[in-house]
Structures are given as structure tokens and as C-alpha cells.
T-cell receptor, first 112, second 109 residues
Framework: EAQVTQNPRYLITVTGKKLTVTCSQNMNHEYMSWYRQDPGLGLRQIYYSMNVEVTDKGDVPEGYKVSRKEKRNFPLILESPSPNQTSLYFC???????????FGDGTRLSIL | QKEVEQNSGPLSVPEGAIASLNCTYSDRGSQSFFWYRQYSGKSPELIMSIYSNGDKEDGRFTAQLNKASQYVSLLIRDSQPSDSATYLCAVIGAGKSTFGDGTTLTVKP
């Protein structure tokens, strides 16, 4: 089954404790992206990657890191999480040429 | 000005009516346009994609694109209560993906 898998689905943690949210897709997609969704602010792009070892900032990259060492994986790293990063996060992937994105089920992060 | 703006909601229509959702975008270089449906707490689900000017129909859904006016719309005919959700307009250009804030639609039985 074609899918984008995010882990964990839910996480409650404390300020300053490094965390990683994993994202994996099995569709051989070139393009992968991370979004956060907050009430009243819609989906905002954090980082995206157009292929292995190619990443670029989206609209809200501050406080986040990503890497794309393999085509299927695109982890989101919060080196020193803060409460303003409490949000619902989505990973998405798509094929080349501005194709529609397939979304993971989301990760709800709470940072205390 | 936001890069992608959707008509403010919430929008409420009776069952069987036509729901009309609108979206404008600011980047003239945008190449791909999508409508997603999102139920509360769930991930966005693709409904329609449109790449060239004109209308595109898929079942009860019709997407319309006018690049000169930088406008894209979604019509839902014969609206059903199961169509009640938030609808997101997405615009992609040169890899960057921008979503509108969404319009919440309620279809009343």
C-alpha cells in the first residue's frame, strides 16, 4: 500500500530535549516536505526536499532541521524544542513535476 | 497580503445545494493548483488537481482555474453531509508549496 508513515503519532516532551520525528514513504517520490498546522494559521511549510541531499527552507524553518540522506526518509529534528513548537506536524511526498502531495497521518507534538 | 487566500468561512449550505469555494494566489509563476479536504484531526486528502486554465470535472466536483486573474475555485454539486470538512487550496511553484488557511464547509441535512 502506497503510504507516508510518520512516527511518533503523539509526543509530549519538555523544553530543550532534542527530538526527531521520522517520515518515510514507499512510493519512490523525489519530493518530500514538512508542514506544521496551527489553529487559524493553516498549513505552513517548514522545509522541503526535491531529492536526496537537496533541502530548502519553507516559510517557517526557524528551530527545525532536516536531512535527506536516503530517498525514502526525511526526518524532522528539533534540536532544542520550545513551547511555541507545540503543533500538529505533517510530512508529505510527491513525484517530480509539481505533482499532488500525499500526506502522512500527522504527529501531534506538545512541548511543555 | 497572504500568498494564498481563501474566502472566509464558515460556509453553510443545505444538503443538495452547490457549495462554492474560492482561492486567489499572488505568485504568477505558480504552476500547479490543488484542492484538499481535511476532516478535523485528520490529514489533508487530495480532491482535485488542475494545471491549466479552464474547468476540470470529477464526479460532483469541478475545479476552475483562471491564471490571468490568479484565481482557482472548487464547486461541489449536490452537497452531502459527508462533505462537511475544511477545504484547503494549495499552490505550487518551483518546489515551494503554499496552502491557504482553509474554508470550513458545513452541509446541513
Amino acid at each position: 500500500e502506497a503510504q507516508v508513515t510518520q512516527n511518533p503519532r503523539y509526543l509530549i516532551t519538555v523544553t530543550g530535549k532534542k527530538l526527531t520525528v521520522t517520515c518515510s514513504q514507499n512510493m519512490n517520490h523525489e519530493y518530500m516536505s514538512w508542514y506544521r498546522q496551527d489553529p487559524g494559521l493553516g498549513l505552513r511549510q517548514i522545509y522541503y526536499s526535491m531529492n536526496v541531499e537537496v533541502t530548502d527552507k519553507g516559510d517557517v524553518p526557524e528551530g527545525y532541521k532536516v536531512s535527506r540522506k536516503e530517498k525514502r526518509n526525511f526526518p524532522l529534528i528539533l534540536e532544542s524544542p520550545s513551547p511555541n513548537q507545540t503543533s500538529l506536524y505533517f510530512c508529505a511526498s510527491s513525484g517530480w513535476g509539481n505533482q499532488p502531495q500525499h500526506f502522512g497521518d500527522g504527529t501531534r507534538l506538545s512541548i511543555l | 497580503q497572504k500568498e494564498v487566500e481563501q474566502n472566509s468561512g464558515p460556509l453553510s449550505v443545505p444538503e443538495g445545494a452547490i457549495a462554492s469555494l474560492n482561492c486567489t494566489y499572488s505568485d504568477r509563476g505558480s504552476q500547479s493548483f490543488f484542492w484538499y479536504r481535511q476532516y478535523s484531526g485528520k490529514s489533508p486528502e487530495l480532491i482535485m488537481s488542475i494545471y491549466s486554465n479552464g474547468d476540470k470535472e470529477d464526479g460532483r466536483f469541478t475545479a476552475q482555474l483562471n491564471k490571468a486573474s490568479q484565481y482557482v475555485s472548487l464547486l461541489i454539486r449536490d452537497s452531502q453531509p459527508s462533505d462537511s470538512a475544511t477545504y484547503l487550496c494549495a499552490v505550487i511553484g518551483a518546489g515551494k508549496s503554499t496552502f491557504g488557511d482553509g474554508t470550513t464547509l458545513t452541509v446541513k441535512p
